[in-house]
């Protein structure tokens, strides 16, 4: 389930009501045209300004963007049952801050979105297809093995795997890591 906000609402506000759209496996009535970027967000909210930094940098005003925030549904759920409130309230807190950040960049054309769904890769690699997606850009932290090599999450490696545009990794700092 794709829960799609009026990105023109105040910045600072949490969003309110969502118009709700299915994505359950299926293919979904899109309710926009193609998308140009398309961001990934996540709860640390460091690499969500740069990310939102770097999109409304590449974007110049003249493309839009999709700023999405995935929640995965256990199988003893139905994909379109409600959120459960916490959950609910994060992505919804997350997304305002993408909306606020947007805001700074002096970008209005951001359309922020909550994805319910039972395998969060897969669906990021449904949603930037079906929507002509020209640059997707992640996040993730910053994490290293005791060899000093970088860890990547499942997500991250399927949706490399997968990704039928550009793919922009933006990586945690050190420094931002080791103060949490």
């Known amino acids: 389930m794709v829960n ?5 609402q105040m910045a ?10 299915q994505n359950n496996g299926t293919s979904p009535t899109l309710e926009t045209a193609a998308q140009n970027i398309f961001v990934v967000l996540g709860n640390d909210l460091a690499i969500n300004a740069e990310i939102m930094r770097v999109a409304c940098t590449m974007a110049r005003k003249k493309h839009p963007i999709v700023a999405l925030y995935g929640v995965e549904i256990p199988h003893s759920r139905k994909v379109n049952e409600p959120l ?17 950040l947007a805001g700074r960049f002096e970008y209005e054309d951001l359309e922020p979105e909550i994805l319910q769904c039972r395998n969060f890769a897969r669906s990021i ?25 970088c860890k990547i999450d499942p997500t991250l490696d399927y949706v490399l795997e ?5 793919v922009w990794i933006i990586r945690g700092s050190r420094e931002n890591q080791e103060s949490k």
């Open 125 to 149: 690699i449904d949603e930037i297809t079906k929507r002509g997606c020209k640059l997707l850009l992640i996040g993730m932290p910053y994490r290293s093995t005791t060899a000093g090599t």
């Open 84 to 100: 459960n409130p916490e959950a609910e309230e994060n992505a919804r807190l997350v997304l305002s801050k993408a909306i606020e």
């Open 12 to 21: 600072s506000a949490v969003v309110e009501s969502p118009v709700i759209t």
């Open 162 to 166: 997968h990704a039928t545009c550009r």
């Open 4 to 8: 799609t906000f009026d990105a023109g």
